[in-house]
């Protein structure tokens, strides 16, 4: 079956503007999870959607980066008026919700903000 | 304190050596542990799961929990230049999400 896909597979943007990035999970995963990984660093975590329970945004950055997933499938981080800063990897993973809950990860979306 | 802490890295081996890498955790409500492998330039993918205490071996693998230690380690057996990657350690209690160590660099020199 397919994997985790993620569009675009790269994005170059000037600063300032609105950025969309998306993700299609597995079909059937209930647990969706964006981190943001820069150059030689770890992942950061920034957002994580399980079933229809409330999203936890505890790892967004700034009020300028918000998520959403739609009908419990396609999600989209969307970072407005976008900084230099805001240049990094940013990887979409997807579960089945359990005790060995291994995340499946896409090929991610590389963002340069110019 | 962060909630997952790894060896800070860069560690080196041999070809053939034991390469052992560790992680801890904070959070006592822990059940399930992963490691998870990451080639350079590419996305992680997961290596091993554990949620008992004691080891788990597959193949050239091995995990190691110790719950009232809150440790849990990797450790890779005849190392191959192939090993050479970052390796993430995270954990995750039965309620909420999983959580990322910043991860430990593995060289293996032929």
């Known amino acids: 079956g397919a994997g985790v896909s993620q569009s675009p597979s790269n994005k170059v943007t000037e600063k300032g503007k609105d950025v969309e990035l998306r993700c299609d999970p597995i079909?059937?995963?209930?647990?969706l999870y964006w981190y943001r990984q820069s150059l030689g660093q770890g992942l950061e975590f920034l957002i994580y959607f399980q079933g229809n329970s409330a999203p936890d945004k505890s790892g967004l950055p700034s009020d300028r980066f918000s998520a959403e997933r739609t009908g419990g499938s396609v999600s989209t981080l969307t970072i407005q008026r976008t900084q230099q800063e805001d240049s990094a990897v940013y990887l979409c993973?997807?579960?089945?919700?359990?005790?060995?809950?291994?995340?499946?990860f896409g090929p991610g979306t590389r963002l340069l903000v110019l | 304190q962060k909630e997952v802490e790894q060896n800070s890295g860069p560690l080196s081996v041999p070809e053939g050596a034991i390469a052992s890498l560790n992680c801890t955790y904070s959070?006592?409500?822990?059940?399930?542990f992963f490691w998870y492998r990451q080639y350079s330039g590419k996305s992680p993918e997961l290596i091993m799961s554990?949620?008992?205490?004691g080891d788990k071996e597959d193949g050239r693998f091995t995990a190691q929990l110790n719950k009232a230690s809150q440790y849990v380690s990797l450790l890779i057996r005849d190392s191959q230049p192939s090993d050479s990657a970052t390796y993430l350690c995270a954990v995750k209690t039965n309620a909420g999400k999983s959580t990322f160590g910043d991860g430990t660099t593995l060289t293996v020199k032929p």
């Open positions: 959070d006592r409500v822990s059940q399930s």
């Open positions: 993973a997807s579960s089945l919700v359990g005790q060995l809950e291994t995340q499946y």
């Open positions: 079909s059937g995963h209930t647990a």
């Open positions: 554990i949620y008992s205490n």
